[in-house]
């Protein structure tokens, strides 16, 4: 009974726990770096702000906190939950714990949009503009060939189809890169796709927030019929649910958030993977709960993962190094702890 009791304990205080997570790691996240400040000095400069009135810190720290580190910050949370979400509810739709956001292509897609605008010496905002369109419209290729080609198992379809059309397009990121000036594009091309969030601007905030807002709130309003959708296709559908539109709807909403996320800050592996299962280990699979849980502990996952990433060495660390570092012993523990079916 206490081990009962307790399971029940840490399911119903699993979203707290996470939230407490995101606190802290914004805390660290504000405070170290090459220019050290106080978490009395974030406190008075987000008061401040909050206020109208001006903070009573130095003007070096006001800057650091809110030109440098603030929207870092922000959009480390933003990136970070609108993955974990995307692979909450890929893995539901799918009814499989090994997928991940790039399943159907998205990001293979905003991959290819991104070394094409390098390539073309566009700035950063159309570069960012294609790789969000990239994405979109990968998995729409996917999701069209899916269609064209159903048979009786439309997920598997899907699944191979993204397999093929996102091998197509990893074949145009490498012929861009062959093409690419080896002094000036080939590095930027090849930084970008190891993610980093170094050069975020307030300005970038927006278009980022816009779709991720949008994406997750969809999802989180569908939360009752991801959970009926994660029964086989015949059984949802004697309960009535529509299972087409509902899966093009999943689809459509964390492709959007993955876009988004991905023409922000790169290519960033494993936090959609792993994430959603330490929150289903958290609060268990309903999504009404799985949802908010896996996108505050994807948030502050990714806010440590990239404090780390500016911190750690005297260069800055590509993301999705960091990820696949953190990520690989974090899921094989998942995995030895794993004692039944993650469902």
Same mark, same amino acid.
Request: glycine fraction near 14%; include cysteine; charged fraction near 10%.
């Given at each position: 009974?206490?081990?009962?009791?307790?399971?029940?304990?840490?399911?119903?205080? *699993?979203?707290?726990?996470?939230?407490?997570?995101? !606190?802290?790691?914004?805390?660290?996240?504000?405070?170290?770096?090459?220019?050290?400040?106080?978490?009395?000095?974030?406190?008075?400069?987000?008061? /401040?702000?909050?206020? @109208?009135?001006?903070?009573?810190?130095?003007?070096?720290?006001?800057?650091?906190?809110?030109?440098?580190?603030?929207?870092?910050?922000?959009?480390?949370?933003?990136? @970070?939950?609108?993955?974990?979400?995307?692979?909450?509810?890929?893995? @539901? %739709?799918?009814?499989?714990?090994?997928?991940?956001?790039?399943?159907? +292509?998205?990001?293979?897609?905003?991959?290819? +949009?991104?070394?094409?605008?390098?390539?073309?010496?566009?700035?950063?905002?159309?570069?960012?503009?294609?790789?969000?369109?990239?994405?979109?419209?990968?998995?729409?290729?996917?999701?069209?060939?899916?269609?064209?080609?159903?048979?009786?198992?439309?997920?598997?379809?899907?699944?191979?189809? /993204?397999?093929?059309?996102?091998?197509?397009? *990893?074949? +145009?990121?490498?012929?861009?890169?062959?093409?690419?000036?080896?002094?000036?594009?080939?590095? $930027?091309?090849?930084?970008?796709?190891?993610?980093?969030?170094? *050069?975020?601007?307030?300005?970038?905030?927006?278009?980022?927030?816009?779709?991720?807002?949008?994406?997750? *709130?969809?999802? %989180?309003?569908?939360?009752?019929?991801?959970?009926?959708?994660? %029964?086989?296709?015949?059984?949802?559908?004697?309960?009535?649910?529509?299972?087409?539109?509902?899966?093009?709807?999943?689809?459509?909403?964390?492709?959007?958030?993955? $876009?988004?996320? !991905?023409?922000?800050?790169?290519?960033?592996?494993? !936090?959609?993977?792993?994430?959603?299962?330490?929150?289903?280990?958290?609060?268990?699979?309903?999504?009404?709960?799985?949802?908010?849980?896996?996108?505050?502990?994807?948030? /502050?996952?990714?806010?440590?993962?990239?404090?780390?990433?500016?911190?750690?060495?005297?260069?800055?660390?590509?993301? @999705?190094?960091?990820?696949?570092?953190?990520?690989?012993?974090?899921?094989?523990?998942?995995?030895?702890?794993?004692?039944?079916?993650?469902?």
């Amino acid at each position: 009974m206490s081990g009962v009791a307790g399971a029940r304990a840490i399911r119903l205080g *699993g979203p707290w726990l996470a939230l407490l997570a995101l !606190v802290l790691a914004a805390a660290l996240a504000f405070g170290v770096g090459r220019y050290p400040v106080s978490l009395l000095d974030v406190a008075r400069v987000l008061a /401040g702000r909050l206020t @109208g009135h001006a903070p009573d810190v130095a003007p070096a720290v006001e800057a650091v906190v809110l030109q440098i580190r603030g929207p870092r910050i922000a959009a480390a949370i933003l990136v @970070g939950a609108a993955l974990a979400v995307a692979g909450t509810a890929f893995q @539901g %739709l799918f009814r499989n714990p090994l997928v991940s956001p790039d399943i159907l +292509g998205a990001s293979s897609g905003a991959a290819l +949009g991104a070394v094409a605008g390098i390539w073309l010496s566009l700035g950063m905002l159309a570069i960012q503009g294609l790789a969000f369109a990239g994405g979109l419209l990968a998995v729409a290729c996917v999701y069209g060939l899916g269609a064209a080609l159903s048979g009786r198992d439309p997920v598997l379809v899907l699944v191979l189809a /993204g397999i093929v059309i996102g091998s197509l397009l *990893g074949a +145009g990121v490498g012929l861009i890169k062959y093409l690419a000036d080896p002094y000036n594009q080939l590095p $930027a091309m090849t930084f970008w796709l190891l993610g980093s969030l170094s *050069g975020t601007h307030p300005a970038d905030l927006l278009p980022l927030a816009g779709p991720v807002i949008l994406g997750t *709130g969809l999802l %989180l309003l569908l939360r009752w019929r991801l959970d009926v959708l994660s %029964l086989p296709d015949e059984e949802a559908r004697s309960l009535g649910l529509a299972t087409g539109p509902l899966r093009v709807a999943v689809v459509a909403a964390a492709t959007l958030v993955t $876009a988004a996320s !991905v023409a922000t800050a790169g290519i960033v592996g494993w !936090v959609g993977l792993v994430v959603p299962h330490l929150a289903r280990f958290l609060v268990g699979p309903g999504f009404g709960r799985l949802i908010p849980t896996a996108a505050l502990l994807g948030a /502050g996952t990714l806010l440590t993962i990239d404090t780390l990433a500016r911190t750690v060495a005297p260069v800055e660390v590509p993301l @999705g190094i960091l990820t696949a570092f953190v990520g690989t012993p974090v899921f094989l523990w998942l995995l030895a702890r794993a004692e039944r079916d993650w469902s």
